[in-house]
């Protein structure tokens, strides 16, 4: 029935918009503007918001912690689900946002092998330093530990005559 009242239609796509301008029949004519539809990558992309979010908490935080920072205040992904750890670390990776350690590392944190090679101790030895307040660490990602860097003289080891293998006490390196 409308092939009676429309001459011919025109689509024109300007940008965000898609022009319409229908010619009826009997030289009428109407326009109208609408916005371009979304594609289904747009229509589930997590919102610019987010992502900024994201962006600005990831040089203090985690990803798990920046998912509970994210749930707490009401955020949801673009498939409107709550946050993980691992979603985080999806959109950081997609967008080519440093995570935590990254940033900890730029500004001169170390990692455990670093620490150890630097101060000249086995890896172990470094975590009982920081198990006793010697080294200031903190754990990222759940699992790696990055330690601070200092400036004041790092301790060495002292081995053990009876066992070279144990260590007993701490001397400050001079």
């Keep these: 029935m409308l092939r009676l009242l429309i001459d011919d239609v025109t689509l024109a796509r300007d940008g965000e918009l898609i022009r319409v301008h229908i010619r009826w029949k009997g030289g009428a004519t109407t326009s109208l503007e609408l916005p371009r539809p979304r594609s289904n990558f747009e229509l589930v992309r997590t919102p610019a918001a987010v992502i900024e979010e994201i962006r600005a ?66 890896p172990q030895t470094v975590r009982m330093y920081a198990k006793k307040g010697l080294l200031h660490t903190i754990r990222v990602n759940g699992r790696d530990l990055l330690f601070e860097p200092t400036t004041d003289p790092l301790p060495r080891a002292h081995r053990s005559k009876e066992d070279p293998g144990v260590l007993h006490e701490l001397h400050s390196s001079d």
């Design 57 to 122: 908490l990831a040089t203090a935080q985690t990803d798990d912690q920046i998912a509970c920072t994210l749930n707490s205040r009401g955020y949801r992904s673009g498939t409107g689900k709550s946050f993980t750890g691992l979603r985080v670390n999806h959109l950081r990776f997609d967008y080519g946002i440093e995570s935590y350690c990254q940033h900890l590392q730029r500004s001169g944190w170390l990692t455990l092998p670093e620490i150890a090679g630097k101060i000249g101790v086995h």
